[in-house]
């Protein structure tokens, strides 16, 4: 959002989850562009760009179908749309602005690009093939796993292997290019924090097998192995599957959830914005806000604040008079982190209930007296 109202144009992305003595790993700033089409268009409401991003993954079984029909045949298409857009794993994932989600949305058109160079041969579709692969290893590292599978495959299928590899190297690496770019410019930054935690932390907890590690990777081998199974496909097989994966996505899905997927029990971003409209309501000057059921910071809140041009210091919570707090009940004032035990001596001033389980309570910060001092 700051990016889009101050026209400003970064070549770097937000980090991710590997650190080393408080440096991140840096992911490309595509992160930031690609979800900006959906914010715009949604006025930079969450839900609603969510909700265009949830149609724009949904379209996208369009260039699916038709580029896994000209690799296979229209069986094998609709099998793989139909654990496209009916396993609960890649429902789940289209559903958030997230950089694995925003890979899974792209690789039909990977798919597509495989379908045209199989029936045209035409080796311009083989660059593209690879461009998009580096393009989509932008939004999240995990998915460079794509690349060897890709270049294997097609080191397999075409006698002319030194034409596959130029042409797959070349790609990968203009579509790549802005973090190939950044990786010279900043002396391997993201090669040496990845050897320094290896050295240092010798973990493997960053790496472990999550859904948004693997999912991408799977979708390119249920495609691949296209080879293998389609012999076994029948209109039968096919049905039942699509039968199957309906019920288990009715009992999963059609329960009225209590939180919002990945957030905590009877929580979710609607419970956010009821507190932010009645917090804005009050009118109240120098205050800050914790929501201590996940977020201290309360993000969520505050980019709401931003989006309406609410102006308060965000991160100051020694000076505020005020303090808003999300809770289930109002005694938190032992709890340790700063942006609470700082906020001490207060008293209640009001409290409103956000559901059955959090309240939305308001605390005022008491001044010292005489006989304090």
Request: glycine share 4%; aromatic share 20%; with cysteine.
């Amino acid at each position: 959002m700051n990016l889009w109202k101050n026209k400003e144009i970064t070549l770097v992305g937000p980090g991710n989850s590997i650190i080393v003595q408080n440096k991140q790993m840096i992911q490309g700033s595509i992160n930031y562009y690609f979800p900006m089409i959906f914010f715009v268009l949604g006025n930079f409401d969450p839900i609603t760009s969510s909700f265009l991003f949830m149609i724009f993954a949904a379209l996208m079984l369009i260039p699916l179908f038709y580029g896994s029909k000209m690799l296979f045949n229209c069986r094998v298409a609709f099998f793989i749309c139909i654990l496209y857009s009916l396993l609960p794993i890649y429902i789940d994932f289209t559903r958030f602005f997230f950089g694995p989600n925003f890979q899974l949305s792209l690789l039909p058109i990977v798919i597509l690009f495989m379908g045209l160079y199989k029936k045209t041969t035409n080796i311009s579709f083989l660059f593209l093939i690879f461009f998009t692969v580096g393009v989509i290893c932008q939004f999240h590292f995990a998915t460079i796993l794509i690349l060897f599978f890709l270049i294997v495959y097609y080191l397999m299928l075409n006698k002319n292997k030194k034409q596959v590899l130029t042409l797959s190297i070349f790609g990968f690496a203009i579509g790549f290019l802005p973090m190939i770019l950044f990786e010279f410019k900043n002396n391997f930054y993201n090669i040496t924090i990845l050897s320094e935690y290896w050295r240092i932390a010798r973990s493997a907890k960053n790496f472990e097998l999550s859904p948004h590690r693997y999912m991408n990777n799977l979708l390119i081998v249920i495609v691949l192995g296209g080879h293998f199974y389609k012999r076994f496909l029948t209109k039968i097989t096919i049905s039942t599957l699509f039968v199957f994966l309906i019920l288990i996505d009715i009992l999963i899905y059609f329960p009225l959830p209590s939180h919002g997927f990945g957030m905590n029990e009877n929580w979710n971003y609607l419970m956010e914005k009821k507190a932010y409209e009645i917090i804005r309501g009050q009118n109240l000057k120098n205050y800050n806000i914790v929501n201590h059921i996940y977020d201290n910071l309360s993000i969520v809140i505050k980019y709401q604040m931003k989006k309406d041009n609410v102006s308060i210091n965000f991160d100051d919570y020694y000076h505020n008079d005020f303090l808003y707090v999300i809770s289930n009940n109002e005694k938190i004032f032992n709890d340790p982190a700063y942006e609470i035990k700082t906020f001490q001596p207060n008293k209640k001033i009001e409290e409103w209930k956000l559901n059955d389980i959090y309240n939305l309570y308001l605390f005022e910060r008491l001044k010292p007296t005489l006989n304090d001092t």
